[in-house]
């Protein structure tokens, strides 16, 4: 299979990007694995704000932002396409895992939360954007 991404005309920070999929399995792993399941309840939030608005409202992309800047971790430009889409993905997830914990499916929570860490995990150690992998089948099933 030919491999498809979603590109757009804007270009970020993959520094950014990437200390943001870190936050991310960080918070995901407190959930699975301390009694913090609060901390769950806001990564929904934050993924639909850098989905939908290209991380501008984002507290922990505006952060992550701050941290690239003050620790002069430079710039490396890639394209935001495949970002957005990722972030969508992750509020699905997150979303799911947040209302399957709150219906008393533990569960179907913290396997939900687990293909969170390991996207995350492959995108914050090794930059590998699990969402392009993902795309063509979803791309395939709409045309």
Same mark, same amino acid.
């Given at each position: 299979?030919?491999?498809?991404?979603?590109?757009?005309? /804007?270009?970020? +920070?993959?520094? *950014?990007?990437? $200390? !943001?999929?870190?936050?991310?399995? @960080?918070?995901?792993?407190?959930?699975? %694995?301390?009694?913090?399941?609060?901390?769950?309840?806001?990564?929904?939030?934050?993924?639909?704000?850098?989905?939908?608005?290209?991380?501008?409202?984002?507290?922990?992309? /505006?952060?992550? +932002?701050?941290? *690239?800047?003050? $620790? !002069?971790?430079?710039?490396?430009? @890639?394209?935001?396409?495949?970002?957005? %889409?990722?972030?969508?993905?992750?509020?699905?997830?997150?979303?799911?895992?947040?209302?399957?914990?709150?219906?008393?499916?533990?569960?179907?929570?913290?396997?939900?939360?687990?293909?969170?860490?390991?996207?995350?995990?492959?995108?914050?150690?090794?930059?590998?954007?699990?969402?392009?992998?993902?795309?063509? %089948?979803?791309?395939?099933?709409?045309?």
């Amino acid at each position: 299979m030919v491999e498809v991404c979603p590109v757009n005309e /804007r270009q970020i +920070n993959e520094n *950014v990007t990437r $200390l !943001n999929a870190l936050v991310t399995f @960080i918070v995901v792993t407190v959930f699975i %694995f301390t009694p913090y399941k609060w901390i769950l309840f806001f990564l929904p939030l934050d993924f639909a704000l850098r989905a939908w608005f290209q991380g501008r409202f984002s507290p922990i992309g /505006r952060m992550n +932002n701050y941290l *690239v800047r003050s $620790l !002069n971790l430079g710039e490396s430009l @890639i394209n935001e396409g495949p970002k957005l %889409f990722a972030a969508r993905i992750g509020l699905i997830l997150s979303a799911g895992a947040v209302i399957s914990f709150f219906a008393g499916l533990t569960v179907i929570a913290y396997v939900l939360g687990g293909f969170l860490v390991f996207f995350s995990f492959l995108e914050a150690v090794f930059g590998f954007c699990m969402a392009c992998k993902i795309y063509p %089948f979803i791309y395939r099933s709409r045309v």
